[in-house]
């Protein structure tokens, strides 16, 4: 079945510092990818995504590219700050069959940034 | 503002009552779910819905029931409440196409005593 694998957290990093969770998949096909972003006691806020191999998304500093030969989708940033401190959740999609109705997520990683 | 909605936002019950959680979306979406946070940050689906039918049931147990009256509802009621039950639960929605995201309500946290 799908799977995705986060790295291990907690990460944590004083501001400024430049981020990297990483993520990889294991799906049938092609599928579409996700980060959401977890900040405490509040539901899921999608942050990024990418449909198709080589696609890169981004928001609020934040990318991740879709590397189909690497069946990857690590999340970066070049500088976090303190408010970015949150859980942050790499997810699938798939893009047909039954499949198709539910995200799949990772386990989630704790992100803390120190001032 | 266009949301889902769930309530409440805390339930605390004891083992054995039966409880509900409401869930609302006015964003138009076709595909609505429910999803349980283990207290280890991990999320898993229990029910998708598209056009008010059940698409996805994975694996949870009877005592589980969603019901869909319209396309921007979806409810969830809990039978005999164990204290395996204590989580959050997220409703959310989307199209029902691949590419796209789900959008999630801000959780119901249910403590079972």
């Known amino acids: 079945g799908d799977s995705v694998t986060q790295m291990e957290g907690p990460v944590t990093l004083s501001e400024e510092a430049f981020l990297t969770i990483n993520c990889t998949y294991t799906?049938?096909?092609?599928?579409?990818l996700f980060w959401y972003v977890q900040y405490p006691g509040e539901g899921l806020q999608l942050l990024l995504k990418a449909t198709k191999a080589d696609d890169k998304g981004s928001n609020k500093g934040f990318e991740a590219t879709y590397r189909k030969e690497t069946t990857s989708f690590h999340l970066e940033k070049g500088s976090v700050q303190v408010s970015d401190s949150a859980v942050y959740f790499c997810?699938?999609?798939?893009?047909?069959?039954?499949?198709?109705?539910?995200?799949?997520f990772g386990k989630g990683t704790l992100l803390t940034v120190n001032p | 503002d266009t949301a889902v909605s769930q309530t409440p936002k805390y339930l605390v019950t004891q083992m054995g009552n039966d409880k509900s959680i409401k869930c609302e979306q006015n964003l138009g979406h076709d595909t609505m779910y429910w999803y349980k946070q283990d207290s280890k940050k991990f999320l898993k689906i229990m029910f998708s819905?598209?056009?008010?039918?059940?698409?996805i049931n994975e694996t949870v147990p009877n005592r589980f029931s969603p019901k869909s009256p319209d396309k921007a509802h979806l409810n969830l009621h809990i039978n005999s409440l164990e204290l395996g039950d204590s989580a959050v639960y997220f409703c959310?929605?989307?199209?029902?196409?691949?590419?796209?995201?789900?959008?999630f309500g801000n959780g119901t946290r249910l403590t079972v005593t």
């Open positions: 959310a929605s989307s199209q029902p196409g691949g590419n796209s995201p789900l959008h």
């Open positions: 997810a699938l999609r798939r893009n047909s069959g039954g499949s198709n109705y539910k995200l799949t």
């Open positions: 799906a049938t096909g092609y599928p579409s």
């Open positions: 819905y598209n056009n008010k039918e059940l698409i």
